[in-house]
């Protein structure tokens, strides 16, 4: 029987994922509702929408598919790492975006860029869905297996999941070093996006009149926005990835709490930098403040006709 420590563990996962949940969908939405009203839909709302497309899923797969069919099918796994690399493309080519949009260099090929960056949105998207199949398909021949759950066979590298009849078997060191591999690179182009805008935003500063830095500068404000945004993103990704390396150590692997605790963090984390790419778009975030406004409204409205 659980605890009451297990069982509001188990709560706050439910309230997180459910939140989550709400909130991508809510991203998913507002491009299609636009796309409907307007017939037409920018790159970037598109963008947007599939990074909030990719989350719900992935949400779902963790916090209802896993708990409805303990089986634990290898597709799930597989298709949930696939949902996970993509999420992480797309992010880093928003940031590649908004870092080229709003950084001042004069190299020719930045310039290039600058030009030419949102007609290759289309096709850096489908680079980042080709690079996210290609890193994904492998954990299904290298980490993931099937067995029937007749006995425990463990050893420090493998754990197994599952609870009668068919169970799913992780290889927990090519696990690790296939999600580094998969991430290293969107997190590379990510961390040097980040590094041209600070460096931007520096230049900047410095070659203001004076040296008198006024942050009501609509360029300041622009730079120092994305920044807080992208940085916020990578702290997010760190302690996520860093608790996922903690949470596969084999002697946590059967502390439940603990692993609850990874759980809720797990789900903060696309929940949180969903939150913050709504508060850095201004559409998104008329539109969140426009609904929870209404939402505000009908209660005391049917009071007041009471």
Same mark, same amino acid.
């Given at each position: ?113 600058? =030009? ?5 949105? $289309?096709?850096?998207?489908?680079? &980042?869905? +080709?690079?996210? !199949? #290609?890193? %994904? *398909? ?114 946590? =692997? ?5 692993? $609850?605790?990874?759980?809720?963090? &797990?789900? +903060?984390?696309? !929940? #949180?930098? %969903? *939150? ?31």
């Amino acid at each position: 029987m659980a605890s009451p420590l297990e069982i509001f563990l188990l709560t706050l996962i439910w309230i997180v994922t459910a939140v989550g949940i709400l909130l991508n969908a809510f991203i998913v939405a507002m491009p299609v509702i636009w796309w409907v009203r307007y017939n037409k839909v920018e790159m970037i709302e598109f963008l947007l929408a599939s990074v909030g497309m990719s989350r719900v899923v992935l949400l779902i797969l963790w916090d209802v598919v896993y708990l409805w069919f303990p089986s634990n099918s290898v597709l799930f796994a597989v298709v949930s790492m696939f949902l996970s690399f993509w999420s992480l493309w797309v992010a880093t080519i928003l940031c590649v975006f908004y870092s080229v949009k709003i950084s001042s260099c004069h190299h020719p090929f930045f310039m290039f860029l600058k =030009l030419n960056v949102s007609k290759m949105l $289309l096709g850096l998207f489908l680079v &980042s869905l +080709a690079s996210s !199949l #290609l890193f %994904s *398909l492998p954990f299904k021949w290298l980490v993931y297996s099937t067995s029937i759950n007749n006995a425990t066979n463990s050893t420090n590298t493998t754990n197994s999941t599952g609870q009668g009849g068919t169970i799913l078997k992780v290889n927990n060191i090519n696990q690790f070093f296939l999600i580094l591999t998969g991430s290293s690179v969107p997190l590379l182009i990510f961390c040097v996006a980040v590094a041209i805008l600070i460096r931007s935003l520096w230049s900047h500063t410095r070659n203001m009149a004076g040296g008198n830095v006024d942050f009501g500068n609509p360029q300041i404000q622009a730079h120092l926005s994305a920044v807080k945004s992208m940085v916020s993103f990578l702290i997010l990704f760190t302690i996520y990835f860093a608790l996922f390396v903690v949470s596969c150590l084999p002697p946590l =692997l059967d502390d439940t709490v603990l692993q $609850l605790v990874f759980n809720i963090i &797990s789900n +903060a984390y696309p !929940l #949180l930098h %969903s *939150l913050i790419l709504v508060m850095y778009s201004r559409k998104l975030r008329e539109a969140l403040y426009w609904c929870l406004h209404c939402t505000c409204r009908v209660p005391s409205m049917a009071r007041g006709s009471a």
